[in-house]
């Protein structure tokens, strides 16, 4: 098993800034891809980012793209996602999720993650 704790969420004002990070333990952390969801009110869960089990990979929902960065330091069992010029769009609460890094394919897929953390929430005013 790994657990997951997001962290770093909170209210923010328009073009501001924060930084989530993604806390594991359990498992060799470095065995998962790690992907960033959120869910806004009344909406469904959606990818905002993933990241391959060491790192070389990354991928951005549209939306983000230029404006969200992630990474990961597999010795500190964390991943992070750097979100910059933030919208009122952007609110919803924020969950990592972790797969195993042998799964292929799209990282957009709920059903593929295991193991799920419970979220942070993000608000951005205007």
């Known amino acids: 098993q790994v657990q997951l704790e997001e962290s770093g969420g909170g209210l923010v004002q328009a073009g501001g800034s924060l930084r989530l990070s993604c806390a594991a333990s359990g498992r060799t952390f470095s065995n998962y891809d790690i992907t960033w969801f959120r869910q806004a009110p009344g909406k469904e869960r959606d990818f905002v980012s993933g990241?391959?089990?060491?790192?070389?990979?990354?991928y951005y929902t549209d939306s983000v793209k230029g404006r969200f960065t992630i990474s990961r330091v597999n010795a500190n069992n964390t991943v992070y996602l750097q979100m910059d010029s933030l919208q009122p769009e952007d609110t919803a609460v924020y969950y990592c999720a972790a797969r195993p890094a042998w799964k292929s394919g799209s990282y957009q897929l709920t059903a593929d993650y295991e193991h799920w953390g419970p979220g942070t929430q993000v608000t951005v005013s205007s």
């Open positions: 990241i391959s089990w060491r790192g070389s990979r990354t």
